[in-house]
């Protein structure tokens, strides 16, 4: 029998349980600590949702999430223009930074190509990111997405439009498991990875 508590607490252990790794009853615990340390997390917690939901956004550059556009890594001067990282999602570029093995650019796609969703390159950052690619700044394209079907047919479909270009276009090394994403990954191993990305046939 389900148990009623209350119109809030339900609403909130209901949104609860959708976040990633959180199940229904997770999502009780997690609601239960809340309400219990209203001063020291729920109210903090509120603030910081409501300051995010006005605040972030997405960068006009490069895709990344920010409060500020360009972002913090397409204005962070110190980092290599010449290279440019593609990933699927913000959590792939988030993991690349926490290995801290690459210094260079991003291009967020927002996805990947697939044929059964009717994902197509129009629907993802493809159109822009053949154009930052093609600028003469730009020397080098890695292909940092995930190692799936889906991830390999978006990098084989860019690294096609890029042929006839002056840009070298690279892969991650794959000591990465197949049908391993990025976000999972140890920093070891995607650190390993980027290091010994070489050039796509």
Do not use: F
């Not at 252990?13 to 997390?41: F, M, N, T, W």
């Not at 996805?111 to 969703?117: N, Q, R, V």
């Not at 439009?161 to 976000?183: F, I, Q």
């Amino acid at each position: 029998m389900a148990i009623d508590y209350g119109g809030e607490l339900d609403r909130l252990i209901q949104l609860l349980a959708k976040l990633p790794g959180l199940g229904p009853r997770s999502a009780r615990r997690a609601a239960l600590q809340l309400v219990r340390r209203r001063e020291q997390l729920l109210l903090p917690l509120a603030d910081a949702l409501a300051r995010a939901g006005a605040n972030v956004r997405r960068c006009g550059t490069c895709g990344n999430l920010d409060s500020q556009d360009p972002c913090a890594i397409c204005r962070d001067t110190r980092r290599d223009a010449a290279v440019l990282c593609v990933v699927e999602d913000v959590a792939d570029l988030w993991a690349l930074e926490r290995a801290g093995a690459y210094r260079g650019r991003y291009h967020v796609l927002g996805g990947t190509l697939s044929a059964l969703d009717g994902v197509n390159p129009d629907d993802l950052a493809i159109p822009q990111l053949l154009a930052r690619a093609r600028s003469p700044d730009v020397q080098e394209v890695i292909l940092a997405t995930n190692a799936t079907v889906e991830g390999q047919t978006t990098a084989h479909y860019i690294a096609d439009a890029l042929t006839n270009t002056e840009v070298k276009v690279t892969a991650l090394a794959h000591g990465m498991p197949m049908g391993g994403e990025l976000d999972y990954l140890d920093d070891g191993t995607l650190g390993w990875a980027i290091k010994s990305r070489r050039p796509v046939a």
